[in-house]
């Protein structure tokens, strides 16, 4: 068997379901990815992720990088031991990270050079040095290092960030090969389309893109970061019939349950987002009815679970009226059973779009998931 593998099984319109195979496990398609940025998704255990069904988890170059550094990850075993996480892992190049510095970077066409968060130092970053960081630490998926604007970005600056983008990956690609030679099955790299908002670019980005392949999967960047979200659908319908079919299609960033059902009737695949772990810090759970705010009032007597039609052990163990409590009075316990409810609530939807892909059913029961969805405003 291949290390590398992707089959789409079954699909319903544009939406897909597959089967993805990665040197550490295999994962099915529609799927959710939780974010573990510093090498931790936040206020979750590796044996948390496993109890909701997670199965490929996301870890950042730049931060990784910075602190503890990839030559000490690599003296612990690499980043899946240092994570004590078994399963496929997927790397981001940092690019998103280093340009959301503003103000603590330059920006050539060779890299980037910026001031490190942690202790101030100036470091350079590169597309060879992104690539050789995600080698060091191992991760099952690379990706390259793209140049990310914001969503309200004009076309001009759009262009020249795809531009830049797709010289860098030519250099990603000729720097991970050279890596891959004594080691083929260790890692593979995706690339990244750019082009902001503009659909024409974002086609122009896919077929550059494709012209330096193969690739063995392909993400979609740059979205999500402050467009309007119809916009952003927008965008994906232009993509359309332009991406490949045989490999997988990663949308980054995107996690929302309305989005991540968008994402799935648009084609898209791999879904990553930090949403559900940073709103359940701050008391909000996603619902099927909506999302909920525990912190309101009107949960301080309730005895129903968070959701009843979830399966985690926050909705099959504890009250409403008892996460208030927890949040009320700045319990740690508060944290971590609302991220582990919406980290699971995700990861069953994506599932759930799974199984009605395979059933033809997807478009009706997305209509309708939706308008329970949204019935409502936060309670």
Do not use: K
């Not at 994962?27 to 090498?39: H, I, K």
């Not at 330059?106 to 980037?112: F, H, K, L, R, T």
């Not at 033809?360 to 309708?368: D, K, S």
Request: charged share 25%; hydrophobic share 40%.
């Amino acid at each position: 068997m291949t290390a590398f593998a992707f089959r789409v099984e079954q699909a319903a319109g544009e939406a897909r379901a597959g089967r993805l195979t990665l040197p550490h496990g295999v994962l099915e398609t529609p799927a959710f990815m939780p974010v573990g940025t510093q090498g931790t998704v936040r206020a979750l255990s590796p044996r948390d992720l496993e109890a909701v069904g997670a199965v490929m988890v996301l870890a950042n170059t730049y931060h990784l990088h910075v602190r503890p550094g990839e030559d000490t990850i690599a003296s612990l075993g690499g980043l899946h031991d240092f994570m004590a996480w078994p399963h496929p892992l997927l790397t981001d190049s940092g690019g998103f990270q280093v340009f959301s510095l503003e103000g603590f970077r330059s920006v050539d066409d060779d890299g980037v050079t910026f001031q490190s968060h942690v202790d101030g130092a100036r470091r350079r970053l590169t597309p060879e040095t992104a690539v050789e960081i995600q080698w060091t630490l191992g991760a099952d998926v690379a990706m390259a290092f793209d140049h990310v604007v914001p969503g309200t970005a004009d076309r001009l600056t759009a262009a020249e960030a795809l531009g830049r983008t797709v010289r860098w990956l030519a250099r990603c690609r000729r720097r991970h090969d050279q890596l891959l030679a004594d080691e083929p099955d260790r890692q593979t790299l995706w690339p990244i389309v750019q082009g902001g908002v503009d659909r024409t670019l974002r086609r122009q980005a896919v077929e550059q893109v494709s012209d330096l392949g193969p690739w063995t999967g392909i993400a979609i960047g740059g979205l999500a970061v402050g467009e309007p979200r119809e916009t952003m659908y927008a965008v994906l319908d232009g993509l359309g019939s332009s991406l490949p079919r045989p490999i997988p299609r990663y949308l980054m960033g995107v996690g929302f349950p309305e989005d991540l059902l968008a994402g799935v009737a648009r084609g898209m695949d791999l879904f990553d987002c930090v949403a559900p772990t940073r709103h359940g810090r701050n008391g909000s759970a996603f619902t099927l009815d909506g999302p909920v705010n525990i912190r309101n009032a009107a949960h301080r007597t309730d005895r129903r679970p968070l959701d009843d039609a979830c399966d985690c052990e926050t909705c099959t163990t504890y009250s409403r009226g008892y996460l208030r409590h927890l949040f009320a009075a700045d319990e740690l316990l508060g944290l971590r059973l609302l991220s582990l409810h919406n980290v699971r609530f995700l990861i069953r939807l994506a599932a759930d779009a799974r199984r009605r892909v395979g059933d033809g059913t997807f478009p009706g029961w997305h209509r309708e998931w939706l308008d329970r969805y949204n019935q409502r405003g936060t309670e």
